[in-house]
């Protein structure tokens, strides 16, 4: 269906507009299209559609090389006009209801064979990129495409993550460097400060009411939702357990939430915070990690990271509390709502992206 939009787009915009970006008489040339394609090969052809169709084309045309692009329309035979050609309309519900009926003829083989052999790069469904193209920045729209192929995102998580800033609050702790790269690449974990992102977003928890929660019932909320919050962790986390003891001369320490992650190789602590971060949190986190790293941890693994997740966060008492080449220990704010649109242009003019 991604590629068959992809073809019509490039009719529409190098046959029917001669190959102009916009068209004079764009509306009514949408709307005549979009009677005849209707009558022909049934719903999907409204003019909002063709619309769509002609942007996915206009926003994705550089991927297939003019080359490419011959051989294709030379192997499925494609009319120069779809309007016009007869053969090509039959061409075309032919191939719409062996789609519908899931048959698979010599004709369906012949084109997917072709599809592979020229490596046609469209690896999302047509309602994941009716989503991305809404996007205007191309750097964004690229990271975003390459993270819901490489995680398998849903369209319901493709949104979630677009409507949570997840590019923003990746890049906003990155170099020139580091941003170019989520755009090529999607997110690399490399180091520590690779996994986190500038704040995490738990509207999911449902805890509309903070202020009348415990620690406890914000771990107990997490733990009910933990594929939810595994997800918005990001790449490579695993969950260990829960309020996890360990005891040394009597007394008994838990960790709220402990994690490993693949890509870093290391153990991820959580110390869960519903009020504002001190710099007792920071010296129990510090405890934590370090006896993960001389009890827990083997050899081969690497150093443990510890995570404050807290209301508030308190950047000077960060600050100096820990040394200037910490890379273990890091607070990080959540939220409890998605941004609004009003919330989400503020926080880029702040972040200057």
Not at 19 to 27: I, Q, T
Not at 314 to 329: A, G, M, R, Y
Request: hydrophobic share 35%.
């Amino acid at each position: 269906m991604v590629f068959t939009y992809f073809e019509i787009g490039r009719m529409i915009v190098e046959h029917e507009q001669n190959g102009k970006m916009r068209a004079d008489y764009a509306k009514e040339t949408l709307k005549i299209l979009s009677d005849k394609l209707t009558y022909q090969f049934g719903k999907g052809y409204s003019i909002d559609n063709l619309e769509r169709i002609r942007k996915f084309y206009l926003i994705y045309n550089n991927r297939i090389s003019a080359s490419v692009m011959r051989k294709l329309e030379n192997n499925r035979r494609l009319s120069q006009n779809i309007i016009g050609n007869q053969k090509s309309a039959s061409l075309m519900r032919k191939s719409k209801i062996n789609i519908e009926n899931k048959n698979i003829n010599n004709d369906k083989l012949k084109s997917a064979s072709v599809m592979r052999k020229f490596k046609i790069p469209f690896s999302l469904s047509w309602t994941h990129y009716l989503l991305l193209i809404k996007i205007e920045d191309d750097a964004e729209r690229n990271f975003y495409e390459i993270e819901a192929i490489q995680n398998n995102w849903s369209v319901r998580e493709l949104q979630r993550q677009y409507n949570s800033a997840l590019y923003n609050r990746l890049a906003k702790s990155r170099d020139k460097r580091g941003v170019k790269e989520l755009a090529k690449k999607g997110q690399l974990i490399e180091k520590p400060a690779d996994a986190l992102k500038s704040h995490y977003v738990l509207e999911f928890l449902n805890l509309k009411e903070l202020d009348r929660y415990t620690e406890s019932d914000f771990e107990s909320a997490i733990i009910d939702r933990l594929e939810e919050f595994m997800l918005e962790l990001g790449k490579g986390f695993l969950y260990e357990g829960r309020q996890k003891r360990f005891t040394f001369e009597g007394d008994s320490f838990y960790v709220d939430l402990v994690f490993y992650n693949r890509f870093l190789k290391c153990f991820v602590l959580f110390d869960l915070k519903i009020g504002k971060l001190t710099h007792q949190d920071i010296g129990q986190m510090q405890m934590y990690v370090n006896y993960y790293d001389r009890k827990v941890k083997s050899p081969e693994e690497n150093k443990t990271i510890g995570i404050i997740l807290c209301r508030q966060d308190n950047k000077t008492v960060v600050e100096f509390t820990l040394p200037e080449s910490n890379n273990q220990i890091f607070a990080k704010e959540f939220k409890q709502f998605l941004p609004t649109k009003a919330e989400f242009k503020k926080y880029l003019q702040d972040a200057n992206l």
